[in-house]
C-alpha cells in the first residue's frame, strides 16, 4: 500500500471523526475534544484513495509541549502504516524544539508496539484515568524525531 494522503480536518469531517471514534458516541467530553481539535486545525486525516482511513488530535497543553493526544485508525484500514503515517506528520507539522509526548492505556499493546517501532521511549505511568489500566506516558527525544 503506498503511504496515505495526510490533511488536515475541516468542518465536513466532523460526523466521520465522531463515528470513527469509538468513544465519542458515549463521551460527551471526547466528542467535545475531537470538535475542539478540529475548530483548532489541530486534527490531521489519513486518507487512502480519497477515503478516510484514520486521524490524530495533537496539542500544546501537556507542560506546554506538543502531545499526540488521540490516534484512531479505521478498523478496516489497521496494520497499513495509517498509524505510523499520520504520527510522522504530526511531528513534521510541530517542527524542531521540545520532546514529543504521547500516552496509552498499559493495556493498548499494539499503541506500544508502534511508539516502541517509532523510537518513543516509556516515560512514566499515570493511574486512576481508567480505574485497572494505568496510563503509560511516552516521549520521543528531539534527537530521535
Do not use: K
Not at 46 to 72: I, K, N, T, Y
Not at 78 to 98: C, E, F, N
Not at 115 to 128: N, P, Y
Request: net charge positive.
Amino acid at each position: 500500500m503506498r503511504a496515505p494522503a495526510i490533511r488536515t480536518a475541516v468542518a465536513d469531517d466532523l460526523d466521520w471523526l465522531l463515528a470513527t471514534d469509538p468513544v465519542a458516541a458515549s463521551d460527551e467530553r471526547r466528542s467535545r475534544f475531537l470538535r475542539s481539535g478540529l475548530a483548532d486545525g489541530r486534527c490531521e486525516i489519513a486518507c487512502v484513495r480519497e477515503q478516510r482511513a484514520g486521524f490524530a488530535v495533537w496539542h500544546r497543553q501537556f507542560f506546554s509541549r506538543p502531545f499526540l493526544a488521540l490516534l484512531v485508525v479505521d478498523s478496516a484500514f489497521r496494520r497499513r502504516g495509517i498509524g505510523t503515517a499520520l504520527i510522522r506528520h504530526v511531528i513534521a507539522r510541530i517542527g524542531a524544539g521540545d520532546d514529543f509526548f504521547t500516552s496509552t492505556n498499559a493495556s493498548n499493546r499494539a499503541a506500544q508496539r508502534l511508539f516502541d517501532q517509532l523510537g518513543f521511549v516509556r516515560s512514566g505511568t499515570i493511574e486512576h484515568i481508567d480505574p485497572g489500566d494505568p496510563e503509560w506516558i511516552y516521549v520521543l527525544p528531539r534527537e530521535n524525531g
